[in-house]
């Protein structure tokens, strides 16, 4: 099965070894993975700021950029949902609708791919310690995507899953909200971090870099030892 990544800013720009440990996982599960070197951004910023016709051209370029692929995959329940917005965004439009359309559907968040695609919930990985997981807002509500990671790490071996409390509540990183927003986001963040800590786990885990960085940073400031981790750095754990 050939895979395309669909890398995203955030894991790109900052945080590579979720890029890797994608990479190794999809290769681990059989899968052929290659990486389009012309993609960018989906144009969720700016498109989620007001800027629909200027973000227009991005989107074209994501649509080319993947026209060939035969699945899409990223580690990202936020940047795959954006790709699934574009036939809305290019609604009624005879040449760029379908194409958006093709992209959409063939367009997964990496543990939706494992699970609904591949049909495995055991990935063999192998990690000790006890961990709780935050639900992003846009994979969770707006992707649709909420068994798939819990069935994943109930099969981690060694790892003891706990439920996180307010799991359905925002980090408060929203995107572009955390920067208008402030003091907004930090009341949501630092709420967050008080029902992480409440678990007595040892780590976060997430399938969004943007919750990842926002509750991370926080808890950082804040001396926290809790350590934050990626879902596809999770499951590509051997032990």
Known sequence: MKVSLFVTCLVD???????????????????????????????????????VEETKDAMKHMIKTFEHSEYVVAPSGSCAFMFKEYPHIFKDDPIWEPKARELADKTYELTQFIVEVLGVEDVGAKMEGKATYHTSCHMTRLLGVKEAPIKLLRNVKGLEFTPLPGAHLCCG??????????????????????????????????????????????????GKPIRVMHIAEVLNHRG
Not at 31 to 43: A, K, M, T
Not at 191 to 208: F, P, Q, R
């Open 173 to 222: 990183f929203g995107g572009t909200f955390s920067v208008k927003m402030g003091p907004i986001s930090e009341q949501m963040v630092d709420e967050k971090v008080s029902n992480v800590e409440s678990t007595g786990a040892d780590y976060l885990i997430s399938a969004d870099c943007g919750c990842l960085m926002n509750i991370g940073g926080r808890m950082e400031r804040q």
């Open 13 to 51: 720009l900052f945080k590579t070894n979720v890029g890797k440990a994608t990479v190794e996982l999809l290769e681990h599960l059989g899968c052929e993975v290659d990486f389009p070197e012309s993609q960018i951004c989906c144009g969720q910023p700016s498109y989620n700021s007001g800027y």
